[in-house]
T-cell receptor, first 115, second 111 residues
Framework: GAVVSQHPSRVICKSGTSVKIECRSL??????MFWYRQFPKQSLMLMAT?????????EQGVEKDKFLINHASLTLSTLTVTSAHPEDSSFYIC???????????FGSGTRLTVV | GQQVMQIPQYQHVQEGEDFTTYCNSS?????IQWYKQRPGGHPVFLIQ?????EVKKQKRLTFQFGEAKKNSSLHITATQTTDVGTYFC???????????FGKGITLSVRP
């Protein structure tokens, strides 16, 4: 089946630094990838839709200058949390789907802790 | 905007008991998906329902899409400890719409 690889799985960074999270589709091409954020015991909140070769589409309330998304190839999307602050600490997950009839395949997630 | 609701958020059952949970949408859905997330893990796709009244089974799990395509149910027969996790439903309203997730229901099973 489809596999989405996400790393790092965990990262601890200092306040004010930037962190890059990578999401790769291993055995299929993903023209679109989705980035979610999940707080403890909460649902998945869509942050942005990453489109290969074009600008990402951000959800209302998500700062595009803070959460930089790049989708330079059909198999790689990256999310960079810039100037991270403790309130950015969360679980970030990417996902993609192979066809319209398939469900979403999620990466394993990245737990970001900003200290 | 579209809302997908799952209530309650937590349910505890004794191993061997049956479990049913429901998902309701404020708008008609083109399809609905169910995912399971184990503690500390990521969501894993379980099933997609497309047709009005559709019923699909996966071993002890039975999924149903309502006739009006505004609600769905997940039924687990004779729960096991391996069924522990959070079950999310998620729906699309149209071809170019976004997948909207419910808040999920966290199932715990007492051995």
């Amino acid at each position: 089946g489809a596999v989405v690889s996400q790393h790092p799985s965990r990262v601890i960074c200092k306040s004010g630094t930037s962190v890059k999270i990578e999401c790769r589709s291993l055995d299929f091409q993903a023209t679109t990838m989705f980035w979610y954020r999940q707080f403890p015991k909460q649902s998945l909140m869509l942050m942005a839709t990453s489109n290969e070769g074009s600008k990402a589409t951000y959800e209302q309330g998500v700062e595009k200058d803070k959460f930089l998304i790049n989708h330079a190839s059909l198999t790689l999307s990256t999310l960079t949390v810039t100037s991270a602050h403790p309130e950015d600490s969360s679980f970030y997950i990417c996902s993609a789907r192979t066809t319209v009839s398939d469900g979403y395949t999620f990466g394993s997630g990245t737990r970001l802790t900003v200290v | 905007g579209q809302q997908v609701m799952q209530i309650p958020q937590y349910q505890h059952v004794q191993e061997g008991e049956d479990f049913t949970t429901y998902c309701n949408s404020s708008t008609t859905l083109s399809n609905i998906q169910w995912y399971k997330q184990r503690p500390g893990g990521h969501p894993v796709f379980l099933i997609q329902l497309v047709k009005s009244g559709e019923v699909k089974k996966q071993k002890r799990l039975t999924f149903q899409f309502g006739e009006a395509k505004k609600n769905s149910s997940l039924h687990i027969t004779a729960t096991q400890t391996t069924d522990v996790g959070t079950y999310f439903c998620a729906g699309f309203t149209g071809a170019n719409s976004k997948l909207t997730f419910g808040k999920g229901i966290t199932l715990s099973v007492r051995p």
